[in-house]
């Protein structure tokens, strides 16, 4: 038996899965936490990921690996490879002002859909570019190349500073139509043009470790969970990890001047639309504190409240939000009554306002001509009882939901197969079996949600 691994280090923490490089089936697993902040040295990123590998059995009998990675993060490396300054998250919302500046540059949000398939939002790699060129210059001019959190992983593993399409996506400045970087976004952002990684074809090795395990392009961690769920087009995937994101396999590239869907490439060849908010599962691990009770408790009060919550509507604008670009707001409960005004009633409004932010993505996404025929439901929120059987409330339709795993950890494993094995497609391993959720839809709900959203404060300054 051939085996691969694949990691996700994602915002939270780093995930490790062995699995068998025929079958998918798993043998082993390990994680290790990330520190907290939307700003991180990318040293922990790597001392987390050693003990996750540990964790997980080590790589001694492993034939490739394969790195999922956290979107867009900004990774400043000098001429003699050391890191110039914590790397800027994909959560990070302080290059807001600049992604605006770069906006109207290039002539407005419709230049930048046609250029590089999104309109870049403060998560975007070459908005915090802009950032640093305009707040910290003596750290810009020491940038001699900028490359992405799961690019930087595999150039500690390999020596080699390469990248994959999927995720070079999210930069701002590589485009899934041409399939080419655009150095005159570079340059607009940073004022000169950095060197960046290689980028690779989708199962082109990256290179080897030095004790000889192949390692594979790697992409980003949606790109990752496609592979890992084995998406078709018709499937779209609703994930609730830190990032909510919705999003599905098209066979052609997609350019939103609205900036709602970014028109991202995936880790096969084809494409990735994708709706992105900053607020997903830590509204409900914010809920489960404000309570003073953990998830399952969480999960027993919202489905013991009514659809509707009686009228209790929560905006979930925790970090400021992506979708839509409302970068410094916060959080809102509207319709509070005496008679609404209880723990289950908080807890079912917490549950339905992050799905509703979720539903909006879905249809900003089926307005892109994105088929729906199933909507999977994954991530860490996705363990919760009451957020699975809330969704086909809030979707107005069912939800399939796998087992419980680490679909972006294993999309890297897919990756690290398809590698060995150079074969056109990537290996299609025995998908897990699905769970179908179905309840009444409840348009009340998204309709109160809609007029709630718009009121929120900005953070207190
Ligand atoms: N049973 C649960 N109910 C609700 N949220 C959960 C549950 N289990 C884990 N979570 C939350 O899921 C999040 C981690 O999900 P994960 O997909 O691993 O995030 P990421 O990949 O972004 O690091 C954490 O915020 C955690 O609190
Ligand atoms: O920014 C995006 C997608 O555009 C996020 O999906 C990040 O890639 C973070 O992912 P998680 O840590 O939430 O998995």
Redesign the pocket.
């Known amino acids: 038996m051939t085996l691969v691994a694949g990691v996700?280090s994602?915002?939270?923490?780093c995930k490790v899965v062995v699995a068998d490089a025929e079958t998918g089936e798993i043998a082993r697993v390990g994680q290790a936490p990330h520190p907290d902040g939307t700003e991180v040295d990318p040293a922990a990123w790597q001392a987390a990921l050693e003990k996750a590998i540990a964790a997980a059995g080590g790589l001694d009998d492993v034939a490739a690996l394969g790195i999922g990675g956290q979107q867009h993060g900004m990774v400043c490396l000098s001429a003699d490879g050391e890191v110039v300054r914590p790397a800027l998250l994909w959560n990070d919302t302080r290059s807001a002002g600049a992604a605006d500046e770069l906006v109207a540059e290039l002539g407005g949000p419709g230049a930048w859909a046609e250029a590089v398939g999104s309109v870049p939002v403060a998560s975007f790699t070459v908005t915090k570019l802009r950032w640093l060129a305009r707040h910290e210059p003596e750290a810009a001019a020491r940038t001699a190349s900028v490359c992405l959190p799961h690019d930087y992983l595999t150039w500690k593993l390999t020596g080699e500073l390469t990248t994959d399409r999927g995720d070079a996506s999210g930069t701002g400045y590589w485009s899934p139509a041409d399939g080419e970087y655009r150095p005159d976004l570079l340059e607009l952002a940073l004022g000169r043009v950095p060197a960046v990684p290689r980028l690779l074809a989708p199962a082109e090795p990256a290179g080897r470790t030095a004790s000889g395990v192949l390692v594979s392009a790697g992409t980003g961690?949606n790109m990752a969970a496609a592979l890992g769920l084995g998406i078709r087009p018709g499937d779209v995937v609703v994930s609730l990890?830190?990032?909510g994101t919705v999003f599905a396999v098209a066979e052609s590239s997609c350019a939103d001047p609205s900036g709602e869907v970014a028109g991202f490439a995936d880790a096969t060849g084809r494409f990735l639309p994708l709706v992105c908010t900053l607020n997903a599962?830590?509204v409900?691990?914010a809920a489960a504190r404000l309570l003073g009770v953990g998830?399952e408790e969480l999960?027993r009060l919202a489905l013991s409240a009514p659809p509707g919550a009686d009228g209790l509507a929560l905006v979930p604008y925790l970090e400021g939000e992506r979708t839509p670009n409302r970068p410094d707001a916060t959080g809102a409960v509207h319709g509070l009554r005496l008679d609404n005004a209880t723990p289950a009633h908080l807890a079912r409004a917490a549950v339905e306002g992050m799905l509703c932010g979720l539903a909006d993505g879905l249809e900003s996404l089926l307005r892109q001509g994105v088929r729906a025929d199933r909507v999977l439901l994954i991530?860490?929120?996705a363990?919760?009882d009451a957020?699975r059987r809330i969704a086909p409330t809030v979707f107005g339709r069912p939800v399939l939901v796998p087992p419980a795993g680490e679909y972006?950890a294993e999309g890297a494993a897919v990756q690290a197969a398809w590698s060995l094995s150079e074969t056109s497609e990537p290996p299609c391993w025995e998908r897990p079996g699905l769970t179908t959720y179905e309840a009444d839809p409840y348009p009340a709900l998204r309709e109160r949600y809609a007029e709630a959203r718009d009121h929120v404060l900005n953070r207190w300054v």
């Open positions: 996700d994602s915002t939270q923490s961690d990890g830190t990032s599962a830590r409900l691990d998830h999960s991530g860490g929120a363990r919760s957020v972006v």
